[in-house]
């Protein structure tokens, strides 16, 4: 059965960084595209940062391109979320998903994701 776990949040002040991290077990984790996905309160869920399966194309919302940089550890089973500059507006609970052979998009379709990780930005 797959399973994803994500860590690494947590409170942080403006300006700051942090590493999300998310361990998948129970599937071929190189045959997957992982994204990442946020939910901020009362906002709908919003796609953040995907990779390709064979990890060579990488894709970011406008809002965190720049900022943020996903990666990921075939050996590991691992994908990460680099943050850094972190901003109050990117407070929410962030979510990594997994999508077999997918291109890692938005429009991708991530058939597995984990329960998220809070993340707290203070002003």
């Known amino acids: 059965q797959a399973r994803l776990v994500e860590s690494g949040g947590g409170l942080v002040q403006a300006g700051g960084s942090l590493r999300l991290s998310c361990a998948a077990s129970g599937l071929s984790f190189s045959n997957y595209a992982m994204g990442w996905f946020r939910q901020a309160p009362g906002k709908e869920r919003e796609f953040v940062a995907g990779?390709?399966?064979?990890?060579?194309?990488?894709y970011y919302s406008n809002s965190v391109k720049g900022r943020f940089t996903i990666s990921r550890d075939n050996a590991k089973n691992t994908v990460y979320l680099q943050m850094n500059s972190l901003k109050p507006e990117d407070t929410a609970v962030y979510y990594c998903?997994?999508?077999?052979?997918?291109?890692?998009?938005?429009?991708?379709?991530?058939?597995?994701w984990g329960q998220g990780t809070q993340v707290t930005v203070s002003s």
């Open positions: 990779i390709r399966w064979s990890g060579d194309r990488q």
């Open positions: 998903a997994a999508d077999f052979r997918g291109g890692g998009t938005p429009y991708s379709t991530y058939a597995y």
